[in-house]
């Protein structure tokens, strides 16, 4: 698979999210823009501050703030190869960085009933093929919720029980499983996707974001 990635590199070389610039396969901006972005620092963690926490923890790459708000933005709206392969990278990297300790059974994703919203699910494809593993989707959404963003905080968290539900044939019995996600917000979402996995009896459940809007 490194071999395979090498090839992809020689033939699409990877470019700055921002510049577009060739840059190194191990980067996500170039060092000019680099400087731009406000990077989370390595292995600091999201806690759910609603009630109670179901996911081991959650990491995010980078505050939901400009430029990163508009390339995420711009993602949701036009899914090209390019973009997914460079926000894969960067979960790849948080991932690698934070659940190094982890025997990682399955790497799975947040789901949507609407399927031109599959961000997560093209997302969570590419950072497995990174990683040299597969994505499995192991939730499916029952019915649609409202937009999160349009709600307060206190909706937030009725609004998204009961939401998610385990695939049929599923077994995470004892697993260790990546759940990914482009943003995180009050991490309610994450919780109640995390919630689903812990009473199916998954071991540990790492959740991995792009962005996040805060980190108190
Ligand atoms: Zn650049």
Redesign the pocket.
């Known amino acids: 698979m490194a071999f395979l990635n090498k090839i992809i590199d020689a033939f699409f070389p990877p470019r ?6 060739i ?1 190194k396969s191990n980067k996500i ?6 400087a731009r972005v406000k990077q989370i620092v390595n292995k600091e963690q999201i806690n759910f501050k609603y009630g109670k926490q179901y996911f081991d923890k959650c990491v995010a790459g980078f505050y939901y703030q400009k430029p990163m708000s508009d390339i995420v933005c711009n993602f949701k709206f036009k899914k090209t190869w390019n973009k997914t392969r460079a926000l894969a990278r960067i979960l790849e990297k948080i991932v690698t960085v934070n659940y190094e300790g982890y025997a990682i059974d399955i790497i799975t994703f947040v789901p949507e009933t609407d399927k031109s919203k599959k961000h997560a699910l093209l997302l969570a494809r590419e950072t497995a093929r990174q990683l040299n593993r597969q994505s499995r989707p192991l939730l499916k959404k029952i019915c649609n919720n409202k937009t999160q963003h349009s709600l307060g905080r206190l909706e937030r968290l009725n609004n998204i029980k009961n939401v998610y539900v385990l695939k049929e044939d599923i077994d995470v019995h004892g697993k260790n499983i990546i759940l990914i996600d482009d943003i995180v917000t009050t991490g309610s979402t994450l919780n109640e996707c995390a919630r689903m996995l812990k009473l199916a009896g998954a071991n540990a459940v790492l959740c991995a974001a792009i962005c996040t809007t805060k980190i108190d």
């Open positions: 700055c999210l921002l510049c577009k610039r840059i901006f170039c060092d000019h823009c680099s």
